[in-house]
Nanobody
């Protein structure tokens, strides 16, 4: 079992930045690839970014060049640095853990956090 807790969400103006954190507890964090997903009101949850246990990173086209994900295995924490935020980035952001090397698909992630709200005002 892996427990995930996100933090760092909030309200920010367009063009601003936020950093989300996701703290893990339970099984060995370094064995998991970590993903970030988001769900906007009335929309399906979508892939945002992933970082593998080898520190390979992958991003959705919508956030490439603006968001950066990283991990600190010593702290069992994964981060999502979000820069140049846009109103369309408004969503609940979730972190998730997968035993696969990486994936954009929700069902490949077996563990999920509760989500943190990010609101970007125009």
């Amino acid at each position: 079992q892996v427990q995930l807790v996100e933090s760092g969400g909030g309200l920010v103006q367009a063009g601003g930045s936020l950093r989300l954190s996701c703290a893990a507890s339970g099984r060995t964090f370094s064995r998991y690839s970590m993903g970030w997903f988001r769900q906007a009101p009335g929309k399906e949850r979508e892939f945002v970014a992933a970082i593998t246990w080898l520190n390979e990173v992958y991003y959705a086209d919508a956030v490439k060049g603006r968001f950066i994900t990283s991990r600190d295995n010593a702290k069992s924490t994964v981060y999502l640095q979000m820069n140049s935020l846009k109103p369309e980035d408004t969503a609940v952001y979730y972190c998730a853990a997968s035993e696969m090397r990486w994936s954009t698909r929700e069902y490949d992630y077996g563990y999920w956090g509760q989500g943190t709200q990010v609101t970007v005002s125009s």
